[in-house]
C-alpha cells in the first residue's frame, strides 16, 4: 500500500516554457502532499507544503509564482514550473502523508513519489 | 543552527558484513526519526521509523538504535548483499517545525 506515482518521469523543455508535474496517491488520500527539490549529491530541499482546498505554504526561499502548486483533490497535486531556466534544473520529487500509523500521538510517514528530472534548455 | 549530519564519504562493505550507518544531529528535539533508501535516479523509499521514547527498532536485517542523549541515531543492516547498495537517508520530525527535514545521506556499496 502507500504507492504514491510522478508524472512525467523525464521532461526537457526550452528556457522560458512552463513545466507541469503530478503527482498522485493512488490507493490512500492525502490531505498533505510535499514537493522537494534535490540537486545532485545533496539532500531533498523542501519547496513547499501542500494541502488539499487551500494553498501551499512555501519554504523561504522559494518563489511562489514561480512554482505554482495546486492540491485540488484528496489524490492529487500539481506543481508547474513556469517559465523555467537552467538554474531550474533539477530533480523533483513529491511525497504524500499517510493516514497517521500506530500510537497516541500519530506519525508522519510521508510515501514518495518516484520523482521528475526536469532539464531546461 | 540545526543540523543533520550525516557521513558524507561512501561506505564500502563486503558482502555478508554488517553496515552501519550514522546519523548525528544539533539543535533539534525531534518526536521522531525515519530512515529511507534512495536509489539513483528515484524517489526515497521508506524502511524504519523509530519514535524518541524508542531505544531499538528492527525490521527483518534492519536494526535502528536512537540515543536522544547523544543526539545519535546508527542504522545496521546485517548479513548486507549487493542488492543493498543504495543511499540511506535520515530524516527528523520535529513537532515544533512540523515538518520533516533529511540528511545528505550516506551511499553504501556492498561488495561481493
Known amino acids: 500500500g502507500a504507492v504514491v506515482s510522478q508524472h512525467p518521469s523525464r521532461v526537457i523543455c526550452k528556457s522560458g516554457t512552463s513545466v507541469k508535474i503530478e503527482c498522485r496517491s493512488l490507493d490512500f488520500q492525502a490531505t498533505t502532499m510535499f514537493w522537494y527539490r534535490q540537486f545532485p549529491k545533496q539532500s531533498l530541499m523542501l519547496m513547499a507544503t501542500?494541502?488539499?482546498?487551500?494553498?501551499?505554504?512555501?519554504e523561504q526561499g522559494v518563489e511562489k509564482d514561480k512554482f505554482l502548486i495546486n492540491h485540488a483533490s484528496l489524490t492529487l497535486s500539481t506543481l508547474t514550473v513556469t517559465s523555467a531556466h537552467p538554474e531550474d534544473s533539477s530533480f523533483y520529487i513529491c511525497?504524500?502523508?499517510?493516514?497517521?500509523?500506530?500510537?497516541?500521538?500519530?506519525?508522519?510517514?510521508?510515501?514518495f513519489g518516484p520523482g521528475t528530472r526536469l532539464t531546461v534548455l | 543552527s540545526q543540523k543533520i549530519e550525516q557521513n558524507s564519504e561512501a561506505l564500502n562493505i563486503q558482502e555478508g558484513k554488517t553496515a552501519t550507518l550514522t546519523c548525528n544531529y544539533t539543535?533539534?528535539?525531534?518526536?521522531?526519526l525515519q530512515w529511507y533508501r534512495q536509489d539513483p535516479g528515484r524517489g526515497p523509499v521508506f524502511l524504519l521509523l523509530i519514535r524518541e521514547n524508542e531505544k531499538e527498532k528492527r525490521k527483518e536485517r534492519l536494526k535502528v538504535t536512537f540515543d536522544t542523549t547523544l543526539k545519535q541515531s546508527l542504522f545496521h543492516i546485517t548479513a548486507s548483499q549487493p542488492a543493498d547498495s543504495a543511499t540511506y537517508l535520515c530524516a527528523l520530525y520535529s513537532g515544533g517545525y512540523q515538518k520533516v527535514t533529511f540528511g545528505t545521506g550516506t551511499k553504501l556499496q556492498v561488495i561481493p
Open positions: 501542500s494541502n488539499e482546498g487551500s494553498k501551499a505554504t512555501y
Open positions: 539543535n533539534y528535539s525531534p518526536a521522531y
Open positions: 511525497s504524500a502523508r499517510s493516514p497517521t500509523s500506530g500510537g497516541a500521538g500519530g506519525t508522519d510517514t510521508q510515501y
